[in-house]
RNA sequence: GGUCCCGUAGCUCAGCGGAUAGAGCAGUAGCCUUCUAAGCUAUUGGUCGCAGGUUCGAUUCCUGCCGGGAUCACCA
């Protein structure tokens, strides 16, 4: 259960027998929150504030109103008018214990909600061109999408995990034409890897399958022949590369689209063309170069032009190349025409922040095919600094042997490496610190949760040892008293957890996963607060064996912590250890 | 020059239109005979880049500047 909600929902009843005249919009701009100052009570409103104009009442005889709406609710222990005109309640303990019972009776399911109601919502993530393995660059935004995606669908999103196969460009022309260089020093060959081909190791494995595959009978044949013989075995071999990396961060994708598909006679940049002709979308124009900054090789030509300036983009978009092929854009907008005509209102992309020029030609893009239909957000992954030790980590030059992305997870973990990245807004710039990431204090936040919840696991292996007898299975945990439970500091705790709901909700409305990490540091300090009051006063701690019933009580508010922690990290991807070794 | 992102404590960063702007690190002062000190407690530290505007109320929204970063037809 979610206090927060329950609570806007009698305010909203207040209001509506208070002053039935209010419009639904006023009614829906209210909120009830956790007031910052905790002095000031459990749940704070600014309800009568946002109403009162409308109105023409003062905020506080708005708020003096509400308030005395609440004098017969039994949950509620004070309400009052406070500063402008919020109101702040206290509520009475036993609702706080239902909270906490609530939790067990949930279980992993506490917190989840049906906000999105199973709309459907397709996510595409990393779509790193296929031409070798995933550099570091590629990390932060495949962690963001697949958080973001496990984050919707705990709110009620039927989710689609996508990724988008640049398949299609001379990039892999030049990819297969390396990888033939490869097949032929399997043959015994000597061969250089000229300049602009892609010189990587990770390529030898895929010419010695094709020595193996085709022997020496490629060799004869023209280019023409035997180059989409070896682009499609070296595709493969690509992708099943990137697959390989992205298990490594435990990244799994439903689709992965071909571009290459879109492509072709009849093909749906074909048909989306000439349905974007059919509604006056597409004409042949100039464009005027870019100001300030003229390309070297401008040349002033008519050319096919897409009308994304009457979508909000600065200006319209070519979509054929001067030698006759179609864009990247033009491929871009089928394939979001592609995903709309296959039921997705909502699209989001997860893009590097290179690719921040690209978001108002998307956006105009997807209004243009679904006619205003769906929409799509994309979010912005800014650059990761590596660094060691405070200074930057210089990565080898020699290209074809970057940082990958395998590097920095066999160096820091799973778990950091996810953690650390959510732990911080997508659209900052942030440094990555192999050194600090590695460390095992409270300046590493994934240590800091993750000791937490072996905490509690810890308090239960403690309790089954002093404890013979003791049923401490969930069915019988969970039907104790916890009323027993009476400190501030473990009412504090169940206010905590009470919060919980909340945050998933506005995390996922926002598309804001890092949202959850920062509960999670949270919850943790407030456990680890709890934990430590026992080290000084040891008829505080959970586990206490002259008093069995409040051991019982306590018991389940530390299975509460767990449970929380173990929803939280579930959804950013971490595990949560039983122990730290 | 256009567009986008960022600017909050010495450092790294949270902050959902609300009340006296918060964490961690660093600094200072404490806490280990028993639930993991991988931790806890207290404390110092701010013209929220600058200037306007919107309103009951702005760190938050809008405009313009100033810094830093990214990007800029025909690459993908």
Redesign the pocket.
């Known amino acids: 259960m979610d206090v927060f909600a329950i609570f806007s929902t009698r305010v909203a009843e207040a209001l509506k027998a208070l002053y039935p005249e209010l419009p639904p919009e006023v009614l829906a701009r209210f909120?009830v929150?956790?007031?910052?100052?905790a002095?000031?009570?459990d749940l704070?409103?600014?309800a009568a504030?946002?109403v009162?104009?409308p109105l023409g009442k003062s905020?506080r005889e708005v708020a003096t109103a509400i308030v005395a709406k609440f004098a017969d609710d039994k949950d509620v222990a004070s309400a009052e008018v406070?500063?402008?005109?919020?109101?702040?309640f206290r509520l009475a303990e036993p609702i706080w214990f239902e909270v906490l019972r609530s939790i067990g009776a949930e279980g992993a399911s506490y917190g989840r909600s049906d906000i999105g109601k199973g709309a459907a919502v397709n996510i595409e993530y990393v779509s790193a061109?296929p031409t070798g393995p995933m550099h570091v660059g590629h990390t932060r935004g495949a962690v963001f999408g697949d958080a973001l995606a496990s984050l919707m669908a705990f709110t009620g999103y039927n989710v689609t995990r996508e990724y988008y196969i640049?398949?299609?460009?001379?990039?892999?022309d030049t990819l297969a034409r390396s990888a033939f260089l490869r097949y032929r020093e399997a043959l015994g060959e000597t061969v250089e890897i000229p300049k602009g081909f892609y010189p990587g190791d990770y390529l030898i494995p895929v010419g010695q399958k094709l020595a193996e595959e085709f022997a020496g009978t490629l060799l004869d044949k023209h280019e023409a022949e035997w180059l989409p013989i070896v682009k499609d075995r070296t595709l493969a071999a690509m992708l099943a590369l990137i697959k390989d990396d992205l298990a490594k961060l435990n990244i799994h994708h439903d689709v992965f689209f071909s571009?290459r598909t879109l492509h072709g006679q009849g093909g749906d940049v074909d048909l989306t063309l000439a349905w974007l002709r059919d509604e006056g979308m597409i004409y042949e124009g100039r464009?005027e170069?870019?100001?300030?900054?003229t390309?070297?090789?401008?040349?002033?030509?008519e050319?096919t032009l897409f009308r994304a300036s009457q979508f909000g983009d600065?200006v319209d978009?070519?979509l054929?190349?001067?030698?006759g092929?179609y864009?990247?854009?033009a491929a871009?907008i089928a394939y979001h025409r592609n995903k709309y005509l296959r039921g997705f209102k909502h699209m989001i992309n997860v893009l590097?922040?290179?690719?921040?020029?690209?978001?108002?030609r998307l956006e105009a893009a997807v209004s243009a095919v679904s006619l205003g239909e769906a929409d799509i957000d994309v979010r912005?992954c800014?650059?990761v600094r590596l660094m060691k030790n405070g200074e930057p980590f210089k990565m080898s030059k020699r290209s074809g042997d970057l940082v990958t992305l395998a590097d920095v997870v066999e160096e820091v973990g799973v778990d950091a490496t996810r953690f650390m990245l959510l732990?911080?807004?997508n659209?900052?710039?942030?440094?990555f610190d192999f050194a600090l990431v590695k460390e095992?204090?409270?300046?590493?936040?994934v240590?800091?949760v993750q000791?937490a919840h072996?905490?509690t696991?810890?308090?239960f292996?403690?309790a089954e040892r002093e404890l013979p007898g003791f049923d401490l299975s969930p069915e019988s945990l969970w039907t104790a008293d916890v009323s027993l439970l009476s400190s501030p500091a473990e009412l504090e705790l169940i206010r905590m957890l009470a919060?919980w709901p909340?945050?998933v909700a506005?995390a996922a409305s926002?598309h804001?996963p890092?949202?959850i990490a920062?509960y999670l540091?949270?919850a943790?300090?407030a456990f680890?607060?709890?934990?430590?009051?026992?080290?000084?006063d040891?008829s505080?701690?959970?586990?206490n064996a002259d008093e069995p019933k409040v051991t019982a009580a306590r018991l389940v508010l530390v299975d509460a912590v767990r449970q929380v922690l173990v929803n939280g990290l579930g959804i950013l991807g971490v595990s949560a250890?039983?122990?730290?070794?």
């Open positions: 909120v929150e956790p007031p910052r100052d002095g000031h009570g704070s409103t600014n504030m946002v009162a104009k905020p406070a500063g402008p005109g919020f109101i702040n061109n640049n398949d299609a460009g001379s990039q892999v571009e464009l170069p870019p100001k300030g900054k390309p070297d090789d401008w040349e002033d030509r050319q600065d978009r070519p054929v190349k001067s030698d092929s864009t990247y854009f871009d590097g922040a290179d690719h921040s020029g690209y978001i108002k912005i800014q650059l732990y911080r807004r659209d900052a710039a942030m440094d095992q204090t409270r300046d590493n936040p240590f800091y000791y072996a905490r696991r810890s308090v292996r403690i919060q909340r945050t506005a926002a804001e890092h949202r920062f540091y949270e943790a300090a680890h607060g709890l934990w430590a009051k026992g080290k000084e040891t505080l701690r959970f586990v250890p039983e122990e730290l070794s």
